[in-house]
């Protein structure tokens, strides 16, 4: 009965690197969540996606953020020429249906930009 | 644009006495609501919603009460456990809506 993985847990980059968060949605599960947690801050949206599909992504940045859930395959969230503003917790949330009231969080992806 | 306020940012409480969380919002669309837990280096968990038809839910130790006119909720958890000691996030979404809103969340501590 695995829950929803992220994978790393921890991740160094420095700036100008590319960084790939990857999550795999519990069993059962073809809606994936993003959000991304500032310190000291709330989850903040970035981005929904079914299979193959982005369903909203009104919360990602315009630039160097992007997201795919693959047919196959976890989801994977894609920072290209990371800067230090981007250091903050990750986390991937899935649930069976996208109008279900309870989305399950994976245990995030801690990243740090130097 | 905070849609979703938790003005406190923490809350110191006695074991066994009654912890009430807070949570207040801006948007009238706003129809489901949510209280999430989390610990260190965890994801949040779900802990107990509220539905903008009713005005109180309640299971277990948690209840949640719901006051509309006020755009105002509050999360109460009684009797108090040095386990329930986490960050608790108040969340907000509306029917049809994808996305839901978190509040920047209240870190309780529960004092044995």
Known sequence: NAGVMQNPRHLVRRRGQEARLRCSPMKGHSHVYWYRQLPEEGLKFMVYLQKENIIDESGMPKERFSAEFPKEGPSILRIQQVVRGDSAAYFCASSPDGITDTQYFGPGTRLTVL | ?112
């Open chain 2, 1 to 112: 644009d905070q849609q979703v306020k938790q003005n406190s940012p923490s809350l110191s409480v006695q074991e066994g006495r009654i912890s009430i969380l807070n949570c207040d919002y801006t948007n009238s669309m706003f129809d489901y609501f949510l209280w999430y837990k989390k610990y260190p280096a965890e994801g949040p968990t779900f802990l107990i919603s509220i539905s903008s038809i009713k005005d109180k839910n309640e299971d277990g130790r948690f209840t949640v009460f719901l006051n509309k006119s006020a755009k105002h909720l509050s999360l109460h958890i009684v009797p108090s456990q040095p386990g329930d000691s986490a960050v608790y996030f108040c969340a907000a979404r509306n029917t049809g809506g994808f996305k839901t809103i978190f509040g920047a969340g209240t870190r309780l501590f529960v004092k044995a």
